[in-house]
């Protein structure tokens, strides 16, 4: 897992400064994808607006949701006060239904990736949170 601000061997992954009550990590793995670990540290709910959500200025899509819904309005994912989430996503677009194994599945996300995430809590004006991962 990788916190903010941090380069590996062969990658570097910052995430911008905000002001939201939430702790974010990043996993990124070549066929797992974007990971992403949220911890809301405050008494209050936290709230991720996901439809406005976007990776390389696609929709995003959360995985582990049916993939014929890739391009539908999701529901918001709410964060209780001092609860962790974790969530995998991949672009909307790179969602497709592979003929020859007859399953849906996602193709691997391109470099560099930027995720912008809006967050909200207690009924106050959406932050955005922005998360860059790019090639060293």
Not at 6 to 33: F, Q, W
Not at 102 to 110: E, G, I, L, S, V
Request: net charge neutral; glycine share 4%.
């Amino acid at each position: 897992m990788l916190s903010e601000g941090v380069s590996t061997d062969n990658l570097n992954i910052s995430i911008s400064k905000h002001k939201t009550p939430v702790k974010i990590s990043v996993e990124y793995g070549a066929r797992a994808g974007l990971s992403i670990f949220v911890e809301n540290t405050s008494d209050e709910v936290v709230e991720f607006v996901w439809d406005k959500c976007s990776i390389n200025a696609d929709n995003c899509f959360r995985v582990g949701k049916k993939f014929v819904d890739a391009e539908r309005s999701q529901p918001n994912l709410i964060i209780a006060p001092h609860q962790t989430a974790r969530f995998p996503i991949t672009g909307a677009s790179n969602v497709y239904y592979d003929e020859i194994f007859q399953t849906w599945t996602y193709r691997p996300m391109m470099y560099p990736i930027k995720l912008v995430l809006p967050v909200k809590q207690d009924n106050q004006k959406e932050e955005y949170i922005i998360i860059a991962v790019s090639k060293k």
